[in-house]
């Protein structure tokens, strides 16, 4: 079983930035990690997600003002957000593959057997 647990969602407003985080306590590494969001009344959309070998998959609608990393302490992932819309108002969950070697943006992948799923936290982007 692999626990996931976000932290650093907020509100701020249109231009500003917010840094997310994700972390895992699982005793292995675990090769795929990526955030998603959802808002009411909307499927959810594949934000980006990133290989612990480095290769990252990232959302047309996110390129170029989010960023994707995996952070320095094992089974953590960060997304950094900058340039907010208002648009980008959503829950943001935190989702992770295990036994892969690739990671993509699309929820299946992360719907199996072998995917897991946090809790979410919320960002609020304010025009």
């Known amino acids: 079983q692999v626990h996931l647990v ?23 590494n675990i090769p795929c990690m990526g955030w998603f969001r959802q808002s009411p009344g909307k499927e959810r959309e594949g934000v980006a997600a990133i290989h612990s070998d480095g290769t990252i998959s990232i959302a047309d609608s996110v390129r170029g003002r989010f960023a994707v990393s995996r952070g320095k302490i094992q089974n953590t992932v960060n997304l950094q957000m900058n340039n907010l819309e208002p648009e980008d108002t959503a829950r943001y969950i935190c989702a992770a593959v295990l036994h892969t070697r690739v990671c993509t943006i699309a929820s299946a992948q992360y719907e199996s057997n072998y995917g897991y799923w946090g809790q979410g936290t919320q960002v609020t982007v304010s025009s």
Do not use: D, I, R
Request: with cysteine; aromatic share 4%; glycine share 22%.
């Open 6 to 28: 976000e932290s650093g969602g907020g509100s701020v407003q249109a231009g500003g930035s917010l840094s997310l985080s994700c972390t895992s306590s699982h005793s292995y």
